[in-house]
């Protein structure tokens, strides 16, 4: 509790600047990155590549990473299994779910030149033997784009070194974590930044830090700081005040914060908005709210595919063929904010049919059995299964007979879902899995440039401060644009390695 309200005192009341006879140590350096996570560990190794003296300094005992999804546009992978995917199409459709918000000149850049950032980063593991895949390709037969009521583009990325079937992206962070060591990055966890330096409106000249001791350290950059600090999904006085309508997801079923058992047990809360909070001290501004979260629903048991789903009162609510952020919105909307994933004995069959999409599995697997082992109840009649689920038996009862009426009909009279993906659930067993939503980080950033220099009220430029990963603003509006699987890491790569680039390039 003590320290929650420190972080409201922090985030309400600008602490005061550190008295500078409390600085023990001083070091120099030509760039320095704040946080060490996907976007760190890019602009650390690009600005150490590029010749820059680097120290990386993060407030955790290590870095964080969760998934492995990464959304680039005409890698060399892609080149190499002949798939196209038309830049116009994608950012237009990105700007689409955004309500027109986000910069449209981020989207191009990603589109132009993520292929590039995905090429240096299969340079790193191609080098260390991991492998780089193509997720959901080649596509199931007879899937056709042009009739999805949602876009799906192929984009996404994965990484593999054979051991590890799902998804794991500190394959490629280790990759750049051990190269950047090698050319000399100092990378010193349990050092929090505290407060950016800079006089008036001049440069940045660096970051004020504590060390594992709790000791103030300065650290004056010659060329650039670079913030890449993370989200502040975990921080409650930002969500109320930048991301309302998910705080309280965010506090009570934040998924890197209350299941990851290394985040639980860090030294102080970490994603709690600190780089956009110095960076708003000298001058940077947040883009405007209501800020758009990254709020999957759990998919359910078989996957974020559109088997049958009812509420808590054994009634469906909804075309169930909508991607797993989309789920999300309208399930929590629904009593109990919870809903059930409704299948029978069919499903290894059905998936088939389901199409491609973040969280969607078109084929049964042994990862994909166990999980409707482990995360159903399952019965050999329909009243059964309403017992074990705690639902209304009649009201489940008719609900089913309804589908089923519907599925033979070949469509669906109360929602529109397509007919091919209109199931029947009449051949026993039958399962039943529960879907929650969870959040896994807030998308708001400081409105930057296409250099990601965060820019004042004014719009100038704040010289000597570059952004990355989770701290850039308007990259998302609305929700997380699940049409583009890996797009937020592929932000967190493309604008880590631009912005170490550019900072090395900067003239002290």
Not at 133 to 161: K, M, T
Request: aromatic share 8%.
């Amino acid at each position: 509790m003590a320290e929650n309200n420190k972080q409201k005192r922090k985030f309400m009341v600008p602490p005061d600047p550190v008295p500078p006879g409390e600085i023990r140590e001083e070091c120099n350096t030509d760039v320095v990155v704040v946080g060490a996570g996907t976007s760190g560990k890019a602009a650390a190794l690009s600005a150490a590549e590029a010749g820059a003296g680097v120290i990386q300094i993060d407030k955790h005992v290590t870095y964080r990473w969760g998934g492995g999804m990464i959304a680039a546009i005409d890698s060399r992978l892609q080149k190499k299994l002949g798939i196209q995917v038309d830049k116009d199409d994608v950012c237009l459709q990105l700007m689409k779910w955004g309500a027109n918000k986000p910069d449209q000149r981020l989207y191009r850049l990603w589109a132009d030149r993520s292929g590039a950032v995905m090429d240096w980063i299969m340079d790193m593991t191609d080098a260390d033997g991991i492998k780089t895949l193509f997720h959901q390709w080649p596509r199931p037969a007879g899937f056709n784009p042009a009739v999805e009521y949602y876009p799906d583009y192929p984009v996404c990325h994965i990484h593999s070194d054979g051991k590890f079937r799902g998804l794991n992206h500190k394959l490629a962070l280790d990759c750049a974590q051990n190269r950047a060591l090698k050319l000399g990055v100092d990378i010193r966890y349990r050092t929090p930044a505290v407060q950016l330096i800079r006089q008036e409106n001049g440069r940045v000249t660096g970051v004020i830090a504590r060390d594992k001791g709790g000791n103030y350290v300065r650290f004056n950059a010659r060329k650039a700081v670079i913030l890449s600090t993370g989200d502040y999904g975990n921080n409650p006085w930002m969500m109320e005040k930048y991301c309302s309508f998910a705080a309280g997801i965010a506090r009570e079923n934040n998924i890197y914060m209350t299941r990851n058992e290394d985040l639980l047990k860090a030294p102080e809360p970490i994603n709690v908005g600190d780089g956009h909070q110095m960076a708003m001290l000298v001058g940077a501004v947040m883009e405007p709210e209501p800020h758009a979260p990254m709020s999957h629903a759990t998919v359910g048991p078989s996957g974020a595919n559109a088997f049958l789903r009812v509420n808590i009162n054994g009634e469906r609510y909804e075309n169930e063929d909508v991607p797993a952020q989309s789920s999300a919105n309208s399930l929590v909307r629904q009593p109990g904010k919870m809903v059930w994933q409704v299948f029978d004995s069919k499903w290894e069959k059905e998936l088939e049919l389901m199409g491609v999409g973040l969280g969607t599995y078109s084929e049964a697997n042994d990862m994909v059995r166990a999980q409707v082992e482990q995360q159903t109840v399952k019965a050999d009649t329909i009243a059964k299964l309403a017992q074990k689920m705690q639902v209304p038996v009649n009201t489940f009862r008719a609900t089913i007979e309804r589908y089923n009426r519907l599925a033979r009909t070949g469509r669906d009279l109360d929602f529109g879902k397509r007919a091919d993906r209109l199931t029947a659930v009449d051949k026993p067993p039958f399962y039943a899995g529960i879907i929650k939503q969870h959040i896994l980080v807030v998308l708001g950033g400081l409105v930057t440039n296409t250099s990601f220099q965060p820019l004042d009220a004014d719009r100038n430029v704040i010289p000597g401060l570059y952004l990355a990963g989770n701290t850039v603003g308007n990259r998302f509006a609305v929700d997380y644009p699940t049409m583009c699987a890996g797009l937020s890491h592929g932000f967190a790569w493309l604008s880590g390695r631009f912005s170490g680039l550019s900072a090395a390039a900067e003239k002290p």
